[in-house]
């Protein structure tokens, strides 16, 4: 793992385009953003994980990391504003913002259903998102209102091809 995010960042800081680094068993790798099979995604690149009846969301490495082709991706992360546990979201809707070198952007929650949980990590170091997206990086946990909702967002090949699909345009 760590070679890997070695690689990455020499690729990204050579400007080196197409290179892959090896990739985890676990996930589907493209151009250093990973893709973890088990989880659900969204076209506007949030990530959700279903445990134990609470739902983990997050964005994905995809959106945050920077690729070699002009794309709008946040880069490095240096703010993030998250909702208060106890707060209702609701699917497709903006629950937070996250603020980077480049830009700011709304995150938007997969899943309708209340807060229960909030990453307090993220307050004073928001840049886990950029280093652990799926791990330490994620934002809240939410107690779904409706979890079939889940079931319309993308697997990790689906998620993958979406990606690729908006690079190339």
């Known amino acids: 793992m760590a070679l890997r995010l070695w690689a990455s960042s020499a690729a990204n800081a050579l400007k080196l385009s197409g290179a892959r ?37 997050g964005i994905t490495d995809h959106a945050q990391k920077p ?13 993030v504003e998250l909702p208060e546990a106890g707060a209702e979201v609701s699917a497709g809707g903006s629950f ?44 809240i946990k939410v107690k779904p209102s409706n979890p079939g909702e889940a079931d319309g967002l993308l697997d990790a090949a689906k998620y993958t091809k979406h990606c690729e699909e908006e690079d190339a345009h």
């Open 21 to 57: 680094a090896a990739a985890p068993a676990f996930s589907i790798s493209r151009f250093f953003s990973t893709v973890p099979d088990g989880l659900k995604y969204t076209t506007s690149h949030e990530w959700i994980k279903h445990e134990d009846g609470v739902a983990t969301v």
């Open 67 to 79: 690729l070699t082709v002009p794309q709008e991706h946040l880069g490095e992360v240096v703010f």
């Open 96 to 139: 937070g913002n996250v603020e980077s070198v480049k830009a700011t952007s709304d995150v938007n929650s997969p899943i309708s259903g209340e807060v229960v949980e909030v990453n307090s990590k993220l307050s004073e170091k928001p840049d886990l998102i950029n280093s652990s997206p799926y791990e330490d990086g994620w934002m």
